[in-house]
């Protein structure tokens, strides 16, 4: 069974950085899309950052020019640059994995169990 685990998170002042990791179990890690989600007390999950199997990013406005989402298939890893955050940024952050058929079999979703990120003075 795949296990997803986050790292990273912590209390960083307005206009600080966080990297966040998301290291993941087991082999192929290389064919999934990985995914950074948020979740805010008292709000919907989000999805923040996606990177493909190709390395194609996506993200969510709010966190455009600030956030970078990235890779590294050698350490079955993807990792979450936060640069100039700001209190809405406060969240549980978690990672996923989105599920993929590759070679005749179906790969289901997986998620961390996520991160504390804390923007405050």
């Known amino acids: 069974q795949v296990q997803l685990v986050e790292s990273g998170g912590g209390l960083v002042q307005p206009g600080g950085s966080l990297r966040l990791s998301c290291a993941a179990s087991?082999?192929?890690?290389?064919?999934?899309?990985m995914n950074w989600y948020r979740q805010a007390p008292g709000k919907q999950r989000e999805l923040v950052a996606k990177?493909?199997?190709?390395?194609?990013?996506n993200y969510v406005d709010s966190v455009k020019g600030r956030f970078t989402i990235s890779r590294d298939n050698a350490k079955n890893t993807v990792y979450l640059q936060m640069n100039s955050l700001k209190p809405e940024d406060t969240a549980v952050y978690y990672c996923?994995?989105?599920?993929?058929?590759?070679?005749?079999?179906?790969?289901?979703?997986?998620w961390g169990r996520g991160t504390q990120v804390t923007v405050s003075s």
């Open positions: 996923k994995r989105s599920g993929t058929f590759y070679r005749g079999t179906y790969y289901r979703d997986a």
């Open positions: 087991g082999s192929i890690f290389s064919i999934y899309t």
């Open positions: 990177i493909t199997s190709d390395g194609s990013t």
